[in-house]
């Protein structure tokens, strides 16, 4: 099993040393979330299942991307991903180009898990339709891969139109790996047809499993990332590799300022390999 950290579920100011520390102590990825920007409006930023809020405007932003290759210089091993990044809120050579940047500074370690969002208000600020995001994240999945792998792209499509262009550098890995955010049945289609992997919202063991029942019907064997903050003990990550999951994104802290201890017990527990 690979286990990844989350970043944004800490204060800012302490992402590079637990990036570090999880670099040093055998976790196979960090990730950061993702937002460009946030309206004052409340009334557009329900979270859905919930009647409150799901931002607050002062919370501050990063460019997850530009962030990430940051942590790249202070890390040698562990991968850099987002979850997730709302990739078709920009122009897809804008994604492009920061996701091959990021490939490159870090010799191959970039992760790009995307998501349609849930957040109106965002979407609208940014002058993009809302109603669209989801259509518009296919295509921009398309434009990538081949802005990454192709040495001349052009493209007519029907939110994005370019006549041919060189793309270069390319990403260093083959295939920089795509994972598809979210719990919608359009998400999960994304992960299974268009992606190479998918990435769940937090989940237990049991609660996973219908999402998971539904990802096989659309196709067999699709590489799922599963937040699993807590887990009760070594014995469970038999459980997850049962179903399918092949990485856990856990959080073995309840304060912000044990996370690096927490990560350092949750190694020795679980039989992480330390690079130290």
């Known amino acids: 099993m690979k286990f990844g950290v ?6 800012p100011a302490a992402w590079k040393d637990v990036a570090v520390a999880a670099d040093e102590l055998g976790f196979e990825s960090v990730w950061l979330p993702e937002h460009l920007v946030f309206a004052a409006d409340l009334s557009l930023a329900v979270y859905p299942g919930t009647s409150d809020p799901g931002i607050k405007p002062q919370t501050p932003l990063f460019d997850a991307p530009a962030y990430l290759c940051w942590l790249a210089a202070f890390t040698t091993r562990v991968r850099l991903g987002t979850a997730v990044q709302l990739l078709a809120l920009r122009h897809p050579f804008v994604s492009a180009r920061a996701f091959a940047t990021l490939d490159v500074v870090s010799s191959g370690r970039a992760v790009c ?8 208000g965002e979407w609208e600020a940014a002058g993009v339709p809302f109603a669209t995001r989801g259509a ?6 398309e434009v990538v891969r081949r802005l990454w792998s192709e040495p001349l792209v052009a493209h007519t499509g029907r939110f994005y139109a370019f006549p041919e262009v060189a793309f270069e550098p390319k990403p260093v890995q083959r295939r920089l790996p795509v994972l598809a955010g979210g719990e919608s049945a359009a998400a999960l289609r994304r992960a299974a047809t268009l992606c190479d992997g998918w990435i769940s919202m937090p989940h237990t063991l ?5 999402r998971l029942a539904a990802l096989a019907r659309l196709r067999d064997g699709v590489p799922v990332t599963a937040h699993a903050y807590e887990l009760a003990s070594p014995g469970e990550v038999a459980g997850w590799a049962a179903l399918g999951v092949e990485r856990l994104i856990v959080r073995p802290w ?23």
């Open 254 to 276: 309840r304060r912000g300022r044990d996370a690096v201890a927490g990560l350092a017990a949750f190694a020795a527990e679980y039989g992480l390999t330390s690079s130290a």
């Open 113 to 120: 898990g995307v998501g349609a969002g849930w957040y109106r």
């Open 136 to 141: 518009r994240l296919d295509e921009a999945i």
């Open 6 to 11: 989350p970043l944004g579920l800490l204060h």
């Open 206 to 210: 049991e609660s996973i499993k219908p």
